[in-house]
């Protein structure tokens, strides 16, 4: 064991000894032999080090995957976003979400004990969108990491925009997107929406190939609402959609409106060490400059 180790080790012996809590850790997993490996050495190296997993009350959720497994850790403990924290192991592609790979395992380990000796935890808080449904039997609220999509399930979707409880458009096309910041890089960008750094607390709406005539002008470019701003979406009487909800897909009819606003919560993530949003944004979608 080097010493850094048996430091670490010391002043974990001895905040348990004051009646310190260590940290409490559950992981969420991808399935694929990969993951399932990386999470069965995470596991022996953290009982070594006297962690403990707490799968209903975790301090930090590992999520061993890609961005689709941090986004379904995100919904299992949606609930606890004020007392849970999330850090991520990318098993294939690197992720946004990703900040370690497979090899490190035994580093992330080692800073989840660093941080368990001297709490608190060192965390980024990004803001997420909240989604309010309004049917007849009610309004349900969820909550999106990524991105919230509206899509007519059968039929093109038409829909009134209003912002702020003022009219704002007529929109007719394939659909909209309503995405968080460190979403902005997911469907948005695809729909050519700008880039939005996790800092700024706003919501961009993006449309999906709208339709322009006499009858029916939207404006074609992506909004960007700061937080206390709304926009609620009246669709067409009695119309098929279809909703996304990062990664869950649900289809309804009924639909009065539906709200989205920064949401009064935030997702915090582990910052065992930095990595910078535009670094991760370069490495996505540039890769190295050549001079």
């Known amino acids: 064991m080097c010493l850094g180790a048996e430091l670490i080790m010391i002043k974990l012996s001895l905040s348990t000894i004051r009646g310190e809590p260590a940290v409490k850790y559950n992981v969420v997993h991808r399935g694929d032999d990969i993951s399932i490996q990386t999470k069965d050495l995470l596991h022996e190296l953290a009982a070594k080090r006297g962690l403990k997993q707490d799968i209903n009350e975790p301090d930090l959720v590992v999520s061993v995957g890609g961005d689709g497994t941090m986004l379904h850790a995100f919904h299992m403990y949606s609930s606890k976003l004020d007392t849970t924290s999330f850090v991520g192991i990318h098993t294939g592609h690197l992720g946004f979400y990703a900040d370690w790979k497979p090899q490190e395992v035994e580093s992330l380990v080692d800073s989840m004990a660093a941080a368990s000796a001297s709490p608190p935890l060192r965390t980024v808080k990004y803001p997420i969108v909240q989604i309010e449904i309004a049917t007849e039997k009610g309004i349900q609220t969820h909550l999106a990491l990524n991105e919230f999509t509206l899509k007519g399930a059968d039929a093109t979707l038409v829909a009134e925009l209003h912002i702020n409880d003022e009219r704002f458009e007529m929109f007719r096309g394939d659909g909209i997107c309503i995405s968080t910041p460190s979403g ?14 996790p800092s700024l607390e706003a919501i961009q ?87």
């Open 184 to 197: 902005s890089t997911g469907y948005n960008k695809s729909l050519n929406g700008a880039l939005l750094h």
């Open 205 to 291: 709406i993006a449309e999906m190939a709208s339709l322009n005539n006499r009858v029916y002008r939207s404006l074609g470019s992506s909004i960007v609402l700061p937080k206390h701003h709304h926009c609620d979406i009246y669709p067409k009487k009695k119309m098929n959609m279809l909703l996304t909800i990062d990664h869950m897909n649900v289809q309804m009819n009924h639909i009065i409106s539906i709200r989205s606003m920064v949401a009064e919560t935030k997702v915090s993530f582990a910052r065992f060490r930095p990595f910078p949003f535009w670094n991760r944004v370069r490495e996505a979608f540039i890769g190295e400059i050549v001079e």
